[in-house]
């Protein structure tokens, strides 16, 4: 299996929306706004903050994107973290979270949170294992006021 995490561009607005709504598809509750991702809003999202696309054998199969807190410039959000349903359960997503983490560290950037839909308990478990923890004070910058509120789990990168 070729491997390949790369960061996204402009031109991967369409490309990454398009993942998005697949690899939520059937896995996040339908009242997320990720099933109604557009390549607007990911245009947004790449300029104001940045992403990663995740390929197995040139095909790209998973994408990821961060935007920092409009209050804490180096704090970064990650969001929208999905793989296609044909290549779950090979840990691809790991690769993804570390891109973020890696490009975090190297940006001088002091933290890294991500949330957790209330409908998806077993994903602590698996950010706890990136050195994420659990930050219960903390509120989701993007959360869906019509859902249950994500928890929030950050990761310190500096100290």
């Given at each position: 299996?070729?491997?390949?995490v ?41 300029r ?14 998973g994408?990821?994107r961060w ?47 991500l ?9 602590i478990?698996?950010y ?12 989701y ?19």
């Open positions: 299996m070729n491997l390949r790369r960061e996204a561009t402009r031109d991967d607005a369409r490309l990454i929306a398009e993942l998005t709504r697949a690899a939520w598809a059937g896995k996040v509750s339908v009242t997320s706004s990720g099933h109604r991702e557009t390549a607007v809003i990911v245009a947004e999202h790449l104001d903050g940045g992403g990663f696309v995740l390929e197995v054998d040139h095909q790209a199969v994408s990821v935007l920092p807190l409009d209050s804490e410039q180096d704090v970064w959000e990650v969001c929208r973290m999905g793989v296609l349903p044909g290549h779950r359960g090979d840990n691809l997503s790991q690769h993804l979270l570390e891109a973020v983490i890696h490009h975090g560290l190297a940006s001088g950037v002091e933290e890294v949170r949330a957790v839909r209330a409908d998806q308990p077993k994903l478990d698996f706890a294992a990136y050195g994420f923890e659990l930050a219960e004070e903390l509120e910058s993007h959360a869906n006021p019509l859902e249950p509120a994500p928890r929030v789990m950050r990761r310190l990168l500096r100290h």
